[in-house]
């Protein structure tokens, strides 16, 4: 059974740099098969997707945070990570972790789906 | 990016409704959508894949049709384990967007 599992800091200052891990069991993060996301929820929100990597490294990022946000992946511990920088009290939310399967559509390699997800953990951005 | 409309935003029901959730994309996205279920303080769970397919385990009472840019999501008979909040996610191009979610409450 794969489980994913969130780390980090809950509490992180403005203008700093967010950073999360998450470690993955039960399953290769090595595998080719899959891209492995963040995905974020302020409270009593929606759903926003940050970005995805792949064990070669490859990422692709949402353009609303492209210019903040760096994922990098460890194949040796089997895990991944999110950095995200200049926080603001907007970041402050759920980060989930999630293994989306690979599919290509229209030529373009996208993942078709988020599953499983780790449980998430509360990042507060404040002061 | 596309976006992914949902009604109703809310929805109050009795046990053992019929419920249904619609989601419209802001373009034509084939079969390419997933529903989730997140229940209070849980991560989402994937319920429905390729729109209508059911994910492994979930209860068939469940189920979800559509293509193109018009989707619903159904539960034949509504159960109190379902309380939860329900959200459509497109998966056609990046970045994958997710519906606002729809609140399902018992009546």
């Known amino acids: 059974q794969v489980q994913l599992q969130e780390s980090g800091p809950g509490l992180v200052k403005p203008s700093q740099t967010l950073s999360l891990t998450c470690t993955v069991s039960?399953?290769?993060?090595?595998?080719?098969?899959?891209?492995w996301s963040w995905i974020r929820q302020p409270a009593g929100k929606g759903l926003e997707w940050l970005g995805h990597?792949?064990?070669?490294?490859?990422?692709n990022y949402n353009p609303s945070l492209r210019s903040r946000v760096t994922m990098s992946v460890d194949t040796s511990k089997n895990q991944f990570s999110l950095k995200l920088n200049s926080v603001t009290a907007a970041d402050t939310a759920v980060y989930y972790c999630?293994?989306?399967?690979?599919?290509?559509?229209?030529?373009?390699?996208?993942?078709?789906?988020?599953?499983?997800w780790g449980q998430g953990t509360l990042v507060t951005v404040s002061s | 990016d596309i976006q992914m409309t949902q009604s109703p935003s809310s929805l109050s029901a009795s046990v053992g409704d019929r419920v249904t959730i619609t989601c419209q994309a802001s373009?034509?996205?084939?079969?390419?959508l997933n529903w989730y279920q997140q229940k209070p303080g849980k991560a989402p769970k994937l319920l429905i894949y390729?729109?209508?397919n059911l994910e492994t385990g979930v209860p068939s009472r469940f189920s979800g049709r559509g293509s193109g840019t018009d989707f619903t999501f159904s539960i034949s008979s509504l159960q109190p384990e379902d309380i939860a909040t329900y959200y459509c996610?497109?998966?056609?191009?990046?970045?994958?967007?997710f519906g606002q979610g729809t609140k399902l409450e018992i009546k």
């Open positions: 999630a293994r989306e399967p690979i599919e290509v559509v229209r030529g373009v390699k996208v993942g078709n789906c988020f599953d499983p």
């Open positions: 039960g399953a290769s993060i090595s595998s080719g098969s899959y891209y």
């Open positions: 990597i792949y064990t070669t490294g490859s990422t």
């Open positions: 373009q034509d996205i084939s079969n390419h």
């Open positions: 390729d729109a209508s």
């Open positions: 996610q497109h998966y056609d191009n990046l970045p994958p967007t």
